[in-house]
């Protein structure tokens, strides 16, 4: 287990296992705005929870564990290798690759089970909070390589039922009959840590959009296009980054130490963080149609996703704000009215054109956020009721 007295900084190694996930956020991005449609946006949404859930479960292993121990590097290690040939299969997950997909998610969170059941053997509470984990994940299993055999729907279906699954049980504490739930004094997190692992997968989201942006510069088209496209992305990215670390995402740390039951953000962060993460990668695949072509008109299915992005990343963000301080900044919500108000009047304009209503909407938000705190003594965060 971590020392409560020891270092509370990130790791190398953590630094390293996030690499995985600049290829995984890019590759769902782009899988988004490959035949766009409805359906193809449901499964980019398995897949992203799917990805991120590996991603937020061995953080919180690395937070209740000791990362410099041995043991927790080679799982560390092994999760990385799993993570990796998960992401491989993303382009294909719903065709041919379904079973490597789904497998090595299952095999990820099991392998894990089977790992540190042993290895924490003399630490009976500890072992059966491991157990606890491992039964859910068993549970899940199921559907997930069910759905890995069969097709379309069906299989969109039971990777929907499997993340029911997986993403209940965490915010039920993983009750076990017999054995309870975890026990509320095994929830208790590293608030340094914990808090700055997140706000470090949310640099890689907007890592994302920096890449697409990079990327999908095209020449094809004129040159006041290119940078004018180029300049609203770039500038919409930037605004992001912006919008979550104000105040939130800056005073996270202190809210988890202030908090009279810290176990309440490890129940709510992954969830918050998740749909802020969503509205970034939807936003980045918005980034990728744009660049490509931001003249002529708008097709609904591009609008959905040049507004929806940012609408995703507010109401997330609305979210981790009540998280920090127990209450919602009125511009959140604001935004994204507004977002739903101008899509009306986008439809017979250029991409770049609603890609700069997303804009001019986002920097209202930020300028509200820089108006209502500006000149002010910092605001202390409070406890979630």
Known sequence: MRDPEGPRRVTLLELFFDLVYVVALALISRHLVDGLDWHRAAEALIMLAAVWW??????????????????????????MFGALLMTTAIPEAF??????????????????????????????????????????FTVSAVPWLTGAFVGGDARLACWAVALAIDYVGFRLAYPVPGLGVVPEQQRNVTAEHLSERYQQFFIIALGDAILTIGTMFSVVHNEAENIGAFAVAFLTTLLLWRIYVHKSGELLPTAIQAARSPSKFLFSAPYTHLLMISGVVTTASGFDLVLHEPSGRTPPAWLAVILGGPALFLAGRASFEYEVFSRVSWSRPGGVLALLTIAPFLFTLPPIVASLGALLVLAGVALADFRRSHGKPPEAPSPPH
């Open 54 to 79: 590996t991603w937020a479960i061995t953080t919180l292993v690395t937070d209740l564990y000791d990362p410099e121990r041995t043991e927790i590097k080679l799982l560390i290690s092994a999760v």
């Open 95 to 136: 065709d041919d690759r379904g079973l490597v997909f789904a497998g090595t998610y299952v095999a990820i969170h099991l392998g894990r089970g089977l790992f540190l059941m042993p290895a924490v053997r003399r630490q009976p509470q500890t072992e059966r909070r491991a157990i606890r984990i491992f039964v859910w």
